[in-house]
């Protein structure tokens, strides 16, 4: 008896023990994809998470989940973080917040998957200016416009990596340049969600064992991207980015319908 009240203060009443098993070990999988990608765990979890979690409660969570995430690798790369170009993106991320925390009507979700789709794959594969690092007007709008969808969609982790696979840096840079911004935009995040209402105490438990699984996750996955070249990241990076930008459209397409 006493291990069953211990399991209810760990899962949240809409959750089954197997469920919350699952998304703890799922964080430490996505989490060891992004650090070894630099992008999509994100995107997977919040995929998956979506078929568990009560929708009111997907974004907030996964939110704070991914902001635990993106931390513990920012912290473990920190040396190589760019800091004039994620400090642009905090200042937009904070007018972002501060947008978000005042919208009532929420977009339409297809216009935003079809918008962000599109944008991803003109990023990636549209024609590359002589000078293919944005500008800080474009880095603040940036940090602001997707901080601002992340409210609606969740991960945008596909958007920031576009924005980044048209910098000069390299692989340890991209990535944690990446988590440094993500740490920023989620933590944003969860602000918002608070001040508009929502509860995290109930799901709080459940929060900390997946950012937890997710530093083991993180830990592995940087020590495979240490054995992967430059050229075959970028690569991956770029592929990665595509295929999830793909799905985007996909998806907004069959909601057309």
Do not use: C
């Amino acid at each position: 008896m006493p291990n069953l009240d211990w399991m209810s203060l760990l899962i949240p009443e809409t959750l089954a023990p197997l469920e919350a098993v699952f998304l703890i070990l799922l964080s430490a999988f996505t989490s060891l994809v992004t650090a070894t990608l630099g992008i999509g765990g994100g995107v997977l979890l919040i995929a998956v998470m979506a078929q568990i979690l009560p929708v009111a409660a997907l974004i907030p969570v996964h939110g704070l989940v991914q902001f635990g995430s993106n931390a513990n690798r920012a912290l473990l790369t920190h040396k190589h973080i760019d800091r004039p170009w994620v400090k642009l993106f905090f200042i937009g991320s904070l007018i972002g917040a501060v947008i978000a925390s005042f919208v009532v009507v929420q977009l339409p979700l297809v216009a935003i998957q079809l918008s962000v789709g599109l944008f991803i794959l003109w990023m990636v594969w549209g024609p590359k200016p002589k000078n293919s690092e944005l500008s800080p007007k474009r880095i603040v709008f940036a940090g602001g416009l997707t901080t601002l969808l992340s409210m609606f969609v969740g991960a945008t982790g596909p958007l920031v990596g576009g924005l980044l696979y048209r910098s000069n840096g390299e692989k340890m840079t991209k990535v944690s340049t990446m988590a440094a911004a993500l740490t920023v935009q989620h933590v944003l995040k969860a602000v918002v969600f608070t001040f508009v209402g929502f509860t995290f105490t109930q799901w709080l438990p459940l929060i900390l064992a997946m950012i937890a699984a997710g530093a083991i996750g993180t830990w592995i996955g940087l020590h495979v991207l240490h054995r992967v070249s430059s050229e075959l990241f970028n690569r991956l990076f770029g592929l990665v980015i595509t295929l999830l930008a793909l799905r985007l459209i996909y998806q907004g397409v069959l909601d057309l319908f």
